[in-house]
């Protein structure tokens, strides 16, 4: 029986694990953190005969050495161990890697990119499932992609997977060796995980494997780095703006005129009006944006535009990104924890109106946050700070000449203070967009949507 090890116990990981047993091999989970969550897990998988060691990482140190090593997401890929491995000739690869190779028969759309993935991936996903299609969304948005892989290898004829839409971020394209989808989308590139990458060129040089290994290649032109790069690099690529026809990079494309997505395939191909962009409920230009590149992936798939058309009218938006939580007193409170770094917050605060009370704070990434504290400068009221960013944070805007904010601490009190703040100050919106990852209060920045959600609920009427 060959053995597999699989390091890190999370969604991923677990599902990998699975998915490696149910096909006749010998797995061991390993991970090096220890918790009562995490010693009920090992319990659960003991009883489907999956060994997980908690509190240290693999013994490559024996003789005895597993033929294949997965690594969870998280899981930083230049770790001594893995480094180890390789050496060692172990086949080392991620856990979208593994889905891969299991749904490589069914076409995927791969959508990466530094912000702007999550809701091109539901918009898309939306999109091909009112056209008939058994298209689940998977990888770092719904199902771990060993999840849908294993019902992919369960279902019966009737539950055939159609396409697969695949939400990949650099770490899962890292260690992905083969993945190569029918269609790639590259959102947006600004400088993200850099403590993991190193350096832009890294970071950049990962997303674009992505897209060099995409049949059909799909990119923002409105983005200021990749429209830079354009069609010197992605010469075969369909790009999009929201600006215009005069605006398309190259002659093949999707564009907003006159309040309607066109689509131009090729040279001498008449533009074709899709769907109105006021079809989604969505606000802001980064998500008519987002919906130019999930439109051009339908049409590319060959769906028609009257399920195009329906199933942006019905989306609803993606939870934690500008979500409407409640109104109070004619204040909207919104949701935009999954703003992780200075451009997404810079858009959230670009895309709500003004006068805002804007809560920001957490455990900050390295980046240029000038844009953002010029947004802040020209649309907030008050800032209220959260979390270990906080100190320097209210540094950051002295030194820019804003002075209206206050060290708030925890997210119960930024909500509470941001209610008295907004009728003080007749503000419109209550925006929680972070700038910062949730690590030092929270598990994910989910949860920490989640805590803003709750609390903005019990605000006394």
Known sequence: ???????????????????????????????????????KQQQELAAEKITVNLGHSPNLDTNHLPELIVV????????????????????????????WRHLQNIPWVGITGTNGKTTTTALTAAIFQAAGFNAPACGNIGYAACEVALQGTQSQTPNRLDWII???????????VTLSPRIGIWTTFTPDHLPRHKTLENYYNIKAKLLNNSQLKIFNGDDAYLSK????????????????????????????????????????????????????RMVG??????????VAAARLANIDIEAI???IREFPGVPHRLEH???????????????????????????????????????????DDTGWLAKIQAKAAAVLLIGNAAPAFAQRLQEVGYHNYEIVETMANAVSKSAELAKQYQASVVLLSPACASFDQYPNFEVRGDDFRQLCLKIPV
């Open 1 to 39: 029986m060959p053995e597999a090890c699989i390091i890190g116990l999370g969604k991923s990981g677990v599902a990998a694990a699975r998915l490696l047993k149910q096909e006749g091999w010998e797995v061991e989970i390993s991970d090096t953190n220890t918790s009562p969550t995490l010693l």
């Open 72 to 99: 969870s997401p998280g899981v930083p890929w230049d770790i001594p161990i893995l480094a180890k491995a390789r050496s060692l000739g172990i086949e080392t690869i991620g856990e979208m890697e593994l889905a």
């Open 166 to 176: 695949g939400e990949l971020s650099s770490y899962q394209i890292e260690s992905s």
């Open 229 to 280: 790069i354009g069609l010197n690099q992605w010469q075969d690529a369909y790009w999009t703006t929201v600006k215009g026809k005069d605006f398309l990079i190259g002659e093949k494309g999707f564009y907003i005129e006159d309040g309607w997505v066109i689509e131009k395939l090729n040279f001498t191909s008449a533009p074709k009006q899709i769907v109105e962009v006021s079809a989604l």
């Open 285 to 294: 230009e980064h998500n008519q944006q987002n919906l130019l590149m999930s």
């Open 309 to 311: 058309s329906h199933a």
């Open 325 to 367: 939580i409640c109104t109070w007193e004619g204040i909207d409170f919104i949701n935009d924890t999954k703003a992780t770094n200075y451009d997404a917050a810079e858009v959230g605060l670009a895309s709500v109106k003004s006068p805002a009370i804007l809560i920001a704070g957490g455990e900050a990434k390295p980046g």
